[in-house]
């Protein structure tokens, strides 16, 4: 038979796992705001054209290390555990208590007491899971991105943008030396000084390819987010409404003797 938890066994481990969670909201704020370069790769490819020199700033790959989902797996499986660990302390310390249903867009998400609501209340408006939300690395809306074929990214949330092709050019100048017609060429005085003058042509010197990759979210699903946690905020802020619409009780604190204990004794 499964031992049952105690309470003071889960509000030690829930007093690490507090600990823990604000270092984990604190770090994948920060992350997600100064790493994005993580979320983005590329591919560049240059093939010189017969005399002429390979062009570095055309050449190279970089991976894209990581996804906005695949950051997210990690971050819900600790924050489902610590939200399950809250929930049950909650829960028992508020046992026979009024309920009322939480429910956001049609969608039950049980019923909860005052003390639950606020709980829940308090997480959803911690500045630094707030900050994690509003920092979700987002790609640009200004490219076309399809979900990438490249066999490197298979089975992983990665997008990318078309392959594009062109061809690299520069200009060359040379000098030619204009004709007299006034002249004979066989017959030219001996200090006679040509004219001269600068022809630019403009030559093909290479082929390149470039193509973008990105793990980031759209605009419009970190947008998404943001919406629906304000949703649930303020559904958890109406609830409380209804939930404490009930007369206040005698607490059970005699606050007069706890307070002249401290200072008489």
């Known amino acids: 038979m499964k031992e049952l938890l105690k309470m003071n ?4 481990k829930l007093e690490h796992g507090t600990a823990s969670i604000a270092r984990l909201f604190a770090d994948y ?8 370069g993580m979320f983005r790769g590329y591919k560049k490819t240059f093939v010189p054209r017969d005399g002429y020199f390979e062009d570095p700033s055309k050449m ?15 971050f819900n499986e600790q924050f489902k555990a610590w939200l399950n660990d809250v929930f049950k302390v909650e829960a028992t310390n508020s046992a026979g208590a009024n309920r009322v249903e939480l429910v956001v ?24 899971l707030e900050s994690v939300f509003v920092n979700i690395p987002v790609r640009s809306d200004s ?13 992983r949330k990665v997008f990318e943008t078309d392959l594009i092709k062109g061809v690299t050019r520069t200009t060359e100048k ?5 004709k007299d ?21 403009t030559v093909e010197t290479g ?14 699903q970190r947008a998404e987010l943001l919406r629906r946690r304000s949703q649930l905020l303020a559904a958890v802020i109406e609830a409380l409404k209804v939930v404490n619409d009930v007369a206040v009780e005698k607490p059970n604190l005699n606050v007069d003797e706890l307070v002249n204990y401290l200072y008489k004794g």
């Open 181 to 201: 017609p006034n002249l004979d060429p066989a017959h030219l005085p001996a200090n006679y000084l040509a004219k001269t003058s600068v022809k630019s042509k």
């Open 207 to 220: 082929d390149y390819t470039q193509q973008n990759f990105t793990g980031e979210w759209t605009q419009r």
């Open 29 to 36: 704020a920060n992350f997600f705001k100064t790493k994005q």
């Open 174 to 178: 040379e000098e030619v030396i204009l």
């Open 60 to 74: 190279g790959t970089s991976v894209v290390a990581t996804t906005v989902d695949e950051k997210f797996d990690w």
């Open 9 to 12: 066994t889960l509000l030690a």
């Open 105 to 128: 867009d049609g969608k039950s998400f049980g019923q909860l007491t005052a003390l639950e609501l606020m709980r829940l209340k308090s997480i959803l408006t911690n500045k630094d």
């Open 143 to 155: 490219e076309v991105w399809n979900p990438t074929t490249d066999p490197e990214y298979a089975g």
